[in-house]
């Protein structure tokens, strides 16, 4: 599995991304699509995850401001995020995890910046 991630950028707090994650390969096995974040104090936090059955999760901080969804027919998933704050500036990873065989795949990262 191979993931292209996209979107970042630097934004005002109050503001708003979308990042966008691009799936190729063996696709048919992804069981979690998810984002993680890494801090400028190198926290590594699981921000959001979906699951094959539409279910989903996100950290504590971020409930109610971000969303993630998925496209299958584009392969994509994508992970809208509103009122940003500048403690959300972090290089936001997409991953997948599959089920044959197990293993967790991560795209490149993309850097987001919240100028306060």
């Known amino acids: 599995v191979q993931l292209q991630a996209s979107g970042g950028g630097l934004v005002q707090a109050g503001g708003s991304l979308r990042l966008s994650c691009v799936a190729s390969g063996s696709i048919s096995s992804i069981n979690i699509r998810g984002w993680y974040r890494q801090t400028p104090r190198n926290t590594r936090e699981l921000v959001a995850a979906?699951?094959?059955?539409?279910?989903?999760d996100y950290l504590d901080s971020v409930k109610g401001r971000f969303t993630i969804t998925r496209d299958n027919t584009k392969n994509t998933w994508y992970l809208q995020m509103n009122s940003l704050e500048p403690e959300d500036t972090a290089v936001y990873y997409c991953?997948?995890?599959?089920?044959?065989?197990?293993?967790?795949?991560w795209g490149q990262g993309t850097q987001v910046t919240v100028s306060s």
């Open positions: 979906l699951g094959s059955d539409g279910s989903d």
């Open positions: 991953t997948a995890i599959t089920n044959y065989p197990a293993d967790l795949y």
